[in-house]
């Protein structure tokens, strides 16, 4: 997932993607779930300002704008610009909207994306009409080839990704304005009600095992997640759920922040010269914590999962708490075991509920906040990048980042899986990422 | 004028305020004029879309909705704030729209002005609203005392120097946009007329002479050109128009850009760094270069005055050809003596042209381009900056800035003055900037 | 071994010491030990005038001076400055000389050793005297408890890692120099002889299989070399030598520098930015390639292994040829089976010739050069930093670095393990580093 | 004078150098003049270990050994090269020691002058002498022409230049390292006499008057000290001997070093980003301020002319304290009223001083302290530098510098001319630099 930078690195090699047959009964189910996924992105930036949709407040954010219009030139760019009598919506989009892929031609500079203006955000609203109008008749006259059905899933994966960064780039650009602007007033699923705590930690336990790791080859799935091996697993212990705020502020109150021996010397330097003091969007008041989310600045809720964390601050909690974070083998071993999440973005919107995570629980190995693992971002034994435009950069990002794991509450349900490997580097902290603790035996 | 880091550098001294009587008249005249300079701001905008109007493409531009809300912040901040009943329009602005002034507070990083997509364009047009009721209740009260007429005063020339920011910064932002959308379609004055050809460059020849230098005290003027003083000019020689297009061009097609030895060692620095080949907006084409313009990209008119050029490039070109620049008192006693330009912003507007200079004659001292001396910015000698808040700042930027003089086609006609000391460092380029030459005799 | 910044990390569990008996010729012999590689330092040292020893050509290099001070301050802070009656040769030094332990107090700035003076190259070899008395009567008296013998034995393995880096230094130091300054007029150990050709390379097979991985606790070894463990290795083929120059240079002439499909996203960036178009101290003479060796500037040998070239173009190199780089694993399977190399820092010296690898051969898994391997830096499963000043850092710089294994020719052949785990950042140059390929099977 | 960056930018417009008959007495004159102006180069770099003479703390600064290295260059390069029969000392060396020149071939870089290990310092010395022989043969042949008599002159003045710079590098060096090494263990003029007390500050009034300002063509003078020209001064007073550290430390305790409003807006952003709360080389004692001098640590002495001040913080001072600077002609007016100075280097290190101000007299217009003037550097009005390499650069460095006036306890006293502008960023305190207050009237 990772941002866009990174987020085009996965591919699917032809053999992995769904084989829907051709009947017109497919064709129809196709079509509404492209609309639905496609519509998803347009109700995501539905509570903004032109203005707000223009926003760039870091090199790693890009505009909401930019979201809406890079999406729909993946679909324009590889499914619709080789169909006979296909007009491109503009012609200088196709250089304006390219994220990184050099085959296609030289990318606009990426931390430029904000000081565009135009195309506008009801123009690209537009170009998003004109390339569903094409694609949905594409999908309609069921003469989809097997390549194109590729595409066709993984552009709909790729917009899904670019949704959780819309939601992390609105929650940077709105924590950056001085006035905390408020996304929806729409409360979290867990607000207010007697079962908000979290619950105690329990451990479990793992012997030496050699496990199945990786993608199994059924629906989709991302080329880093291939092939399924085996890999030796240690003894080990790993929490059932994740560290909370109230865990997470001990470490603080216990001066964390300022006692260079918990950290990483990486890690260190982060903290110095970016003035660390707390995870990202945690805002001191004059007399408790409160953090910035998406429905406004509210008291910080100690039995939520500590969020916005980068790598360097879940390892040094770690660190200081006398543990480490799992593997992300480990992490993949625990969570086959366990119920599937329920805090995902979809459902999330769909119920009138704001993008946040819910009270830190023993069934989120999915959804929530995402885990950090203690493993950096590398390729799986006989891993192949595909070949062509779409594979052009599969596996060029696998250095100096670590892996995530699980998705979060700004991940869609049918977008995450067991085998999804996420990846960023140690700093990034804009995220909903969080960890759970584990341990050698 | 300068940017806005610079531009309230300026202040009057209470004795050089226009001292209107009070009679009714007065005030319906005073009302009117604030009205109409108010209105101007907006007329600016109008062309834009909320996103033009959030953009900062460089540290130096502010967006156009960030003009409009400083502005209007300084009459709120300096002349209602104190007055019995006035409610400000939103608590938080005070801090968000100040520039520097250090006495109101710790103004907001001026380069993160592009990183605010809230207050709206809507919201900044109501709190302008909000802010000409009050002003035009106070002036219709007719109860003004001195200080309040001067900080009116002072808001309005403000507004003026903000109007021509406005203006070259909304250039900036859409010439930065590979599509080069168009601000108007509006044309240039002499575009198409035989009379648009620049004439023969002539040399007025000066004696040892001491002149008279600085404001003579009638009517507004900023402090930093005061007091009038006696000055010795030695013998020298100055062109009677700027230099064009096409004279440039020469210097260009020579090598210019390539060799060290017309460059001062800054300058030189500033080209290589910056991969300087021409003046700003010049945009090399397959066989000839155009230049992009407030209505879009046109062919360079080579009888043009020069513009967008830097100091470094003004002073690379006069030694270039044997010349140099002249000094800012060889330029306000050869002003002096010449008739008043006639393109000015305001007057451009009104007759439905482009802002943008017209062909190289003879009468432009005033307007059309600003021109480059060779004169560091100083104070005048005896300069002694005001007290207080308004005046916090008198000549703080009395270092390593040059003089430009004589105002330009997005300088309004009752703004500028041949006393006016303009001035920005040697590699700024974005503003309307040219220059003239001059000899030592 | 890495940096200084790195260097320090290692530390050895208590138990894990030599733990000689105590009679007088163990006594003896502990002394002339280390005698013997206190004063490799000094010779290596001994070519060099004042100024050389004084020079930092970048932030990473340290003078050759603040080795041969920095060692001794080890020796000095951890052993020494507890014995009573022991008195501090200067009183200064412990901050000086300090490379970053927080807990001895704050460390003069790394970048900033190349500005130091004082103490210059005489006073630190008095300085160095000074503590090799104290020393050798400590270890004459023959009352050194465990943990005196612990520091005695890491110091001694301290002083040899930073031999290595005063090699690599100092080769930095004068290639920078447009002179191209000698070392030595030694020369290589294969110079013109007729066995001087790479062997053609040959392909070892190992199937899935579980190994045993890490220090087996004979002898000395650093902490992140344990705890030994067990680890599956996929099945997988490596080659039985290292890449040479002239496979090297046939990705350079193929183009390799400037095809970004070969490279990851970091190391593209490294390229452009650093401007690499081919290893570090290769120089492109009109005709041919040349070296800058420690014997000066000599024609590029296309039968040594490829050297001085950083992990992003080790990796590029593997990419292009349709190969990967070997996990740290697969190479210490694959080291285990095979002969110990012979192309040594410490026999090179004795014998008369110059710092530099020998031809290609299937025999270098140890010495010659080191080799990335294809695993980013991470502790080992159940991995305990120690407690105290020098278990400080332990595991401190497990992030964004990659293994090297198998020591160089500027490696002590009393230093090296197939154990040794070696890691630096994937742009860095300077060290003798090179690579062999693997493939997956 | 300046850095060396700026002190070749000095010319002398051949009928201005000084025209000798040829007999052979002239030639030995000038035999012996050129051997005591070199010699005392290598007198300032005795007391210096090697390693001191390949420092470079900052940019700004060159190792000494440069120096020594680079003034060699110049005669070799402009006299020697031509010679018949010449051959220079190292063929490189033209490349290596070239300040800028560009005519010349590119400059090593200046920022990279300090890992130059070699030429040592030996050899550099010997390449003085193989220049020197071939310089005096060429005086003692007495067939100098006139071209190579400017040529020679120039090269002693170069050579003066350079020696205040090493005076001022290796105070840099010497400062920069914690031990607080001492450059000589001499003492000051003044130091432990009754008469070592600042005089009470006088005031000379000045009505408005026109003044010759200039080289008035006797003798030795650069060319930005042409032409001479008359200058209308205003109506003015000036104090009569410099600013004393004691007052200086009245500002410091009254909080200017916290308070915006005396500073210049550059000013302001340089005292944040360089921490500055003193002037250079002011330290903080436990109970009072000390200041590293070239014999060490000494207490602050009050009665001295405070130095090491930018021209920022002599502005700050003089807006805290109700007045403001001299321009430069105001200075050459004053001094030209005035007796000579007799702090001087070359005098001190005769009579076995330190070099280091002595206190703040009525008789220090020349010598002591460079005196910052409020006058940015500019040409002369009819100012024409002049043609080929040794002019190459006349007047490139007239932008963003102001001038400083009258010379510094480091300067020579046959160097200094009362017309001499020095000039630097408004950011430099290296060198002897303090000021006096003048006050408009």
Not at 383 to 390: F, T
């Amino acid at each position: 997932m990772a941002t866009d930078l990174q987020s085009e690195q996965s591919a699917l090699t032809a053999d992995q993607a769904t084989s829907p047959s051709t009947g017109t009964s497919t064709n129809r189910s196709t079509g509404e779930r492209y609309q639905r996924i496609r519509a998803m992105s347009v109700n995501i930036a539905a509570p903004l300002t032109p203005e707000d949709c223009a926003m760039q407040t870091m090199p790693d954010v890009s505009p909401t704008r930019w979201h809406l219009a890079h999406t729909t030139w993946f679909f324009e760019t590889f499914l619709l610009k080789e169909q006979p009598g296909f007009r491109p919506f503009h012609s200088d989009f196709e250089r304006l909207f390219n994220s990184y892929y050099n085959s296609v031609g030289e990318p606009f500079p990426r931390h430029r994306r904000g000081q565009l203006s135009r195309p506008g955000l009801e123009e690209t609203l537009q170009y998003r009409q004109h390339v569903d109008v094409a694609v949905s008749q594409l999908i309609d006259q069921g003469e989809l080839n097997e390549h194109q059905r590729y595409v066709l899933e993984l552009g709909l994966h790729h917009e899904q990704q670019h949704q959780e960064l819309m939601l992390t780039d609105i929650k940077h650009v709105l924590a950056s304005n001085p006035l905390y602007p408020i996304y929806t007033k729409n409360t979290a699923t867990n607000n207010n009600t007697e079962a908000s705590l979290s619950t105690t930690l329990q451990w479990s336990e793992t012997p030496e095992t050699i496990v199945e790791i990786g993608h199994n080859g059924k629906g989709f799935a991302y080329d880093n997640e291939s092939p399924r091996h085996r890999e030796l697993i240690q003894p080990h212990a790993i929490a059932d759920r994740c560290v909370t705020n109230g865990e997470y502020l001990e470490f603080i109150n216990a001066g964390g922040y300022q006692q260079p021996e918990h950290w990483l010397s990486l890690g260190w330097t982060a903290v110095n010269e970016n003035g660390w003091k707390a995870p990202q969007y945690w805002v001191r008041g004059d007399e408790d914590w409160r953090q910035f989310t998406l429905s406004g600045l509210r008291p910080l809720d100690l039995h939520e999962p500590v969020c916005h964390v980068s790598y360097f601050e879940a390892d040094a909690y770690a660190r200081w708490s006398g543990k480490r974070l799992p593997t992300e083998f480990e992490w993949e071993h625990a969570a086959t075991a366990n119920p599937t999440g329920s805090v995902f973005a979809d459902r999330l919107m769909e119920s009138g509920h704001v993008i946040h995570p819910r009270t830190a629980g023993a069934s989120d190995f999915t959804g929530n906040v995402w885990e950090w693992t203690g493993s950096q971002y590398l390729p799986y034994p006989g891993y192949r990048p595909v070949s062509g435009a779409l594979g052009e950069y599969n596996g060029k990002f696998m250095c100096n980042q670590f892996v995530l794991r699980g998705g979060s509450c700004a991940t869609s349900s049918d977008h995450i899986r067991l085998s999804y490997r996420n990846f960023f580097p140690p700093d990034a902290r804009w995220q909903f990422s969080g960890f759970r603790l584990a341990d050698s035996r």
